[in-house]
């Protein structure tokens, strides 16, 4: 019998919790299939003054949380950095400095996407370094799961923030447009090439053996590319039937988003020449072995 598989769905967290000396953790309070217990936003530093990383998705419900983290830090926020620009990252910038007040907004551009939330963004490119008392944030381009996205290393840790490119439990949806399963799977080796410590994710709790899960996470993509082949080489299959074979372990709820996956696998194979879709667009097509 097949082993029921880890997931975010249905995990619980505390609202507030220290993870280290230099970190400390406010939840975003919007859980759901694709967040789990919620956006793990990041107080970040030593000082008075200290970074707020990523700012979950606006509910009203996250200030209350947001102000107990600072209150029991003993901190104000100095700035705020974000992994991405997904409304779960970035959705809650303007409610903080709506209630905080004026405050600096970085992150890598993503045009055409940004602008909708209304939130003034100063530009961070890979490289970029960010800086409270007792903390230094160097950004790391790390796209596929988000064309803008961001992991930071955190210098006196030898940690990683990884955003959502590795999760404190289950896998990353990797969106089959406009994201990247080539690109993501890149993101991954360079990761792993930095030999982390810890990874603070954007979701689930803290991992505290980051080299271990980073290549726990291109292990498990290996066999879901085998997975999503060996089900091809049965004859031609449309994207939901794949996730009914690959998937058939994990709760209904989570099938939507690994459609997202498997659509992005074969977009990967394809590219490769391993696979091909049939007539009409790809991600409805029926799809076939070469």
């Not at 019998?1 to 406010?26: F, K």
């Not at 990383?53 to 102000?67: A, F, I, K, M, S």
């Amino acid at each position: 019998m097949q082993s029921a598989p880890s997931v975010l769905l249905g995990l619980q967290m505390p609202d507030v919790d220290r993870w280290s000396e230099r970190v400390a953790v406010a939840l975003g309070k919007n859980p759901g299939p694709f967040t789990g217990p919620g956006t793990n936003t990041y107080l970040v530093g030593r000082g008075r003054r200290r970074l707020l990383l990523d700012t979950g998705d606006g509910r009203p419900d996250y200030l209350p949380v947001l102000e107990r983290a600072l209150l029991e830090t003993g901190c104000e926020i100095q700035e705020i950095v974000l992994t991405h620009g997904h409304p779960d990252h970035l959705g809650g910038a303007r409610q903080v400095l709506e209630r905080f007040g004026a405050r600096r907004v970085s992150k890598l551009p993503w045009p055409g996407n940004d602008e909708r939330y209304g939130v003034e963004v100063e530009p961070l490119a890979d490289g970029s370094v960010v800086e409270s008392e007792g903390a230094t944030l160097r950004a790391v381009h790390t796209p596929g799961h988000a064309p803008d996205h961001l992991a930071f290393w955190l210098d006196e840790e030898r940690a990683l923030f990884s955003g959502d490119n590795v999760l404190g439990l289950g896998t990353t949806v990797i969106p089959a447009q406009p994201g990247s399963l080539r690109l993501y799977l890149a993101s991954l080796e360079l990761l792993l090439a930095l030999r982390p410590g810890a990874i603070y994710p954007a979701h689930g709790p803290r991992i505290a053996d980051g080299v271990a899960k980073l290549r726990e996470y291109l292990e498990h993509r290996r066999e879901r590319e085998a997975q999503v082949l060996a089900v091809l080489a049965e004859g031609p299959a449309r994207i939901p039937e794949i996730v009914r074979r690959v998937y058939a372990a994990y709760p209904e709820a989570l099938h939507a988003a690994a459609a997202q996956s498997v659509g992005a696998q074969l977009l990967k194979l394809a590219e490769e020449g391993r696979a091909r879709p049939g007539a009409g667009e790809p991600l409805e097509a029926r799809w076939e072995l070469p």
